[in-house]
């Protein structure tokens, strides 16, 4: 058996490009799964280990998955029932380009307070460039590419300090997961 792994999903966010077309993360698992071949955001048995980036709302963590499947923003009366529901608070990401080490701890410790397994699974985001001075928008000066290192560091020792921590690669997860 072949299981291809992925990380593109970003629970609780929605993606619109310049055309209008765009992909609905809401309602997509916080932990990995293997997805549906109808709704990439429900569990199924398609032979691709989804490991969605840990992105999450504070206040549609609780909301259960088949009402975030019903929420489509494109509509006015579901962006306004969006807006009542969430009290217009940000979607969180475990990103050192966005948060600090403070940040990126609450991020964390929202995920352990939320998740119900016995096994948490994290997925930090950011691109390979923004450690390059100058590939990257994040990272136009040293002072920048250094504070993105800075974060990780901080970040890293935290988890270590606070938590039983085991890092992995992609394929690791995979055969983690099965």
Same mark, same amino acid.
């Not at 699974?121 to 460039?129: D, E, K, Q, T």
């Given at each position: &058996?072949?299981?291809?792994?992925?990380?593109?999903?970003t629970p609780d966010i929605m993606w619109k490009n310049a055309n209008?077309?765009?992909?609905?993360?809401?309602?997509?698992? =916080?932990?990995?799964?293997?997805?549906?071949?109808?709704?990439?955001?429900? =569990?199924?048995?398609?032979?691709?280990?989804?490991?969605?980036?840990?992105?999450?709302?504070?206040?549609?963590?609780?909301?259960?998955?088949?009402?975030?499947?019903?929420i489509n923003l494109k509509t006015r009366y579901h962006h306004i029932?969006?807006?009542?529901?969430?009290?217009?608070?940000?979607?969180l990401w475990l990103r050192p380009t966005y948060s600090d080490v403070?940040? &990126?701890?609450?991020?964390?410790?929202?995920?352990?307070?939320?998740?119900?397994?016995?096994?948490?699974?994290?997925?930090?985001?950011?691109?390979?460039?923004?450690?390059? &001075?100058?590939?990257?928008?994040?990272?136009?000066?040293?002072?920048?590419?250094?504070?993105?290192?800075?974060?990780?560091?901080?970040?890293?020792?935290?988890?270590?300090?606070? =938590?039983?921590?085991?890092?992995?690669?992609?394929?690791?997860?995979?055969?983690?997961?099965?």
């Amino acid at each position: &058996m072949c299981i291809r792994d992925s990380s593109s999903v970003t629970p609780d966010i929605m993606w619109k490009n310049a055309n209008g077309n765009s992909a609905n993360f809401h309602g997509a698992p =916080y932990q990995p799964y293997f997805p549906s071949w109808k709704d990439f955001r429900k =569990y199924g048995d398609l032979k691709i280990l989804e490991v969605p980036v840990s992105t999450i709302n504070p206040k549609l963590v609780s909301v259960p998955l088949w009402v975030k499947h019903r929420i489509n923003l494109k509509t006015r009366y579901h962006h306004i029932f969006y807006n009542i529901l969430t009290n217009q608070a940000k979607t969180l990401w475990l990103r050192p380009t966005y948060s600090d080490v403070n940040a &990126m701890k609450y991020v964390t410790e929202l995920f352990i307070r939320n998740t119900r397994a016995d096994k948490l699974f994290l997925c930090m985001m950011f691109h390979s460039n923004e450690f390059t &001075m100058g590939a990257s928008p994040y990272s136009l000066n040293l002072e920048s590419v250094d504070l993105l290192q800075d974060r990780l560091d901080g970040f890293f020792k935290v988890m270590q300090d606070s =938590y039983n921590i085991k890092y992995m690669g992609l394929a690791d997860m995979a055969r983690e997961i099965r």
